[in-house]
């Protein structure tokens, strides 16, 4: 990737990675718990297209063969707590642990998901922000490629399958009758 072309690529993840954990921050304090679903899809949605830049150009290399100490660890109990309180009854799910060398079941949970993309997306900032960009889009690419964003489209799949049973499974006399209601005000 050309020199010039890092320091807009680091500004738009990082700003894509600050709406993300904006958005999520704001589900687990109990903001929009009515569509917390479908704002959890669109966060998700947006964070892969980020992620799936990073995937689809050479790999980002640090100037450094080290990478530097990005400062403290954030806290992420609390969101982690926020988001599994959110999804109550719905948090776990089934998972695979690699689709391609192990077809071994294993459970995934929504909120695990959710905190281990934001901290993945937080730790790049802290480089981002020190003033380190290509240390932050390095950071950004190895951690898609190896972690997050695989539990970034498992958590997708996940939400987009609860909406589809909460919009598709309801009783068909119960629709009727909404619908009626809705046109004979």
């Known amino acids: 990737m050309p020199d010039r072309q890092i320091p807009d690529l680091a500004g738009e993840s990082a700003a894509e990675a600050r709406a993300y954990l904006d958005t999520v921050t704001g589900l687990a304090a ?4 009515d569509s917390a679903m479908s704002v959890a899809l669109l966060a998700l949605s947006q964070v892969l297209a980020m ?6 150009i050479e ?4 100037e450094d063969r080290f990478e530097a100490d990005p400062g403290p660890d954030v806290e992420l109990d609390p969101l982690r707590e926020g988001l599994a309180n959110l999804f109550d009854g719905l948090d776990a799910y089934a998972d695979v642990v690699d689709p391609l060398t192990s077809p071994v079941l294993t459970t995934g949970t929504l909120s695990g998901d ?15 922000d020190a003033g380190r960009p290509v240390e932050a889009l390095w950071w950004w690419q190895f951690s898609y490629l190896s972690d997050w964003g695989e539990r970034a489209a498992m958590a997708l799949r996940v939400l987009q399958s609860l909406l ?16 009626f209601d809705a046109l004979h005000p």
């Open 59 to 62: 790999d980002v290399l640090p």
């Open 51 to 56: 992620g799936g830049r990073l995937g689809a």
């Open 114 to 128: 959710l905190t281990v993309i934001a901290d993945d997306l937080s730790h790049g900032l802290r480089h981002y």
């Open 30 to 33: 109990g903001e929009s718990p």
């Open 164 to 179: 589809a049973h909460v919009r598709l499974d309801a009783d068909p006399d119960e629709v009727s009758e909404a619908e």
